[in-house]
């Protein structure tokens, strides 16, 4: 039997779940990743960025996985410019099964896990974007510390169409590869992900 008091407290839901619902579609992922192939160094090129990140310089991702199937995961940056010191992140990426490996659960603090979602990957395994389906926070990466401006102008357009606002997309700086390959801890600079 439902009481009043439930009743009510059923009814002030109603608003919540309706907004979680409705304030994003879908994220679509790309359609399969070969993990040990995108393992390695990933130069952060832009991105819309999560409150750490929003001054970042030098930022790389580094993907590592491990005998449980893990992506153990390493982000390195530095906050505000190319001389501050070296922060990193170490969460760990847990690939949701049915997804072709292209939708991951990132764990930065336990039990929660970020979506996590490829949504463009060149042939090549030289660029991707990884995104979510809030459209909250986004990264374009290449295994390259810049790109020429045509491909970021490419990829920064194939955002806006994936949903994300323009002048939301941030271009990171980042410093020269031997620069940024000397400053890293030493376990991510096997850009293979064999380490």
């Not at 009814?11 to 579609?25: M, S």
């Not at 996985?65 to 530095?78: A, E, K, P, S």
């Not at 020429?148 to 606002?165: F, T």
């Amino acid at each position: 039997m439902l009481t009043p008091i439930r009743a009510l407290a059923a009814l002030a839901l109603i608003p919540v779940l309706q907004g979680c619902a409705g304030n994003a579609r879908p994220m679509p992922p790309v359609a399969a990743v070969d993990l040990p192939r995108f393992m390695g160094d990933w130069y952060v090129i832009a991105h819309v960025p999560s409150p750490p990140e929003r001054e970042a310089f030098d930022a790389v991702e580094s993907y590592r996985l491990d005998r449980d199937g893990r992506v153990r995961t390493t982000f390195t940056y530095r906050k505000g410019s190319h001389d501050a010191p070296l922060k990193t992140m170490r969460p760990t990426g847990f690939v949701r099964p049915g997804t072709g490996n292209a939708v991951w659960g990132m764990q930065f603090v336990w039990p929660i896990k970020a979506e996590y979602v490829i949504a463009y990957l060149d042939d090549d395994y030289t660029q991707t974007i990884v995104a979510r389906s809030k459209r909250d926070y986004a990264w374009i990466m290449a295994r390259t510390p810049t790109l020429p401006e045509a491909e970021y102008r490419r990829l920064s357009q194939r955002l806006v169409e994936l949903g994300y606002r323009a002048e939301s997309i941030r271009q990171v700086p980042q410093a020269t590869a031997a620069t940024a390959a000397s400053a890293r801890p030493a376990d991510t600079a096997g850009g293979d992900g064999s380490k």
